[in-house]
């Protein structure tokens, strides 16, 4: 009954103001291709969004059935017309955003390992991330490798690469840091964890971060590494856009991390 009532507050008031743009257009031409416009983009994100909002993602489907129905209404060319604009806006998203994800925020980026305490007699990790586009998930990682410094861990970092490290022998901890893109890991995390095989019973913790929502990252990093034999003895969630003292008290992102790091057991204890 709430998502009813929900839908009729979202959905009545738009398709009013549907029904006026139309009654106040003449040009048949410019309703097809505005109304086209329109519902295309809603049906991206719908095709975007319906695995973690599925309820915004129906009222969404609505309004763009909403829109071809009363482009049908308005006459056969001018739906026609819509139709094709619809189809064109749509698959102009989604190649967008394709491109976006693999050529941009997915491609790999390539950095020597950086060791840091070399001389730490802890424990040795091995922490591999990918550093996304705005730098939070690199800022993130460095909290949480010196959160491992600071009890005598020695820690090589690297990026998410074919350059990176895939022989585990002599690390006791590996950490995967990933941004979350489309809803999933950044690609090259995933990759980097395929290259590494079985993780042979490796404790391994993981690090994800999103605008505001890891519901599906999260699990999704959580199952790669069982999948793969590891022994997942940690996994973080932190968002920019949510507060983060919702899960850990404070907001302060790389304290968090500084925190999370210094409580990783030593081995042996």
Do not use: C
């Not at 060791?115 to 802890?122: H, Q, R, T, Y």
């Not at 730098?135 to 005598?152: K, R, W």
């Not at 990176?164 to 995967?176: E, F, K």
Request: glycine share 8%; hydrophobic share 50%.
């Amino acid at each position: 009954m709430i998502t009813f009532a929900m839908l009729l507050l979202v959905v009545v008031p738009l398709v009013a103001g549907i029904e006026s743009f139309f009654a106040k257009k003449e040009d048949g031409r410019a309703i097809s291709i505005l109304a086209g416009l329109g519902a295309g983009a809603l049906l991206w994100n719908v095709y975007s969004d319906w695995r973690v909002s599925p309820i915004s993602s129906l009222v969404l489907a609505i309004l763009a059935i909403v829109l071809m129905v009363r482009l049908f209404r308005a006459g056969t060319q001018i739906w026609k017309e819509g139709l094709v604009v619809t189809v064109v806006t749509f698959v102009a998203l989604l190649v967008a955003w394709q491109g976006l994800l693999g050529f941009v925020v997915n491609a790999e980026v390539v950095n020597d390992v950086e060791v840091l305490n070399p001389e730490g007699s802890a424990g040795t990790a091995l922490l591999t991330y990918h550093p996304g586009r705005s730098g939070y998930q690199e800022m993130i990682t460095h909290a949480f490798s010196e959160g491992l410094v600071s009890n005598d861990w020695r820690v090589d970092v690297a990026t998410a690469s074919k350059e990176a490290p895939t022989d585990l022998a002599g690390y006791d901890l590996l950490v995967l840091s990933a941004p979350t893109y489309d809803w999933v890991p950044a690609k090259p995390i995933q990759r980097y964890l395929e290259r590494l095989g079985d993780l042979g019973g490796q404790p391994t913790a993981v690090i994800v971060s999103a605008a505001g929502t890891t519901s599906l990252s999260l699990p999704m990093m959580e199952n790669l590494v069982r999948e793969a034999n590891g022994d997942l003895v940690a996994s973080y969630a932190l968002w920019t856009l949510v507060p983060n003292r919702i899960a850990y008290g404070i907001d302060d992102s790389e304290e968090i991390m500084r925190q999370k790091g210094r409580a990783v057991p030593v081995p042996g204890e």
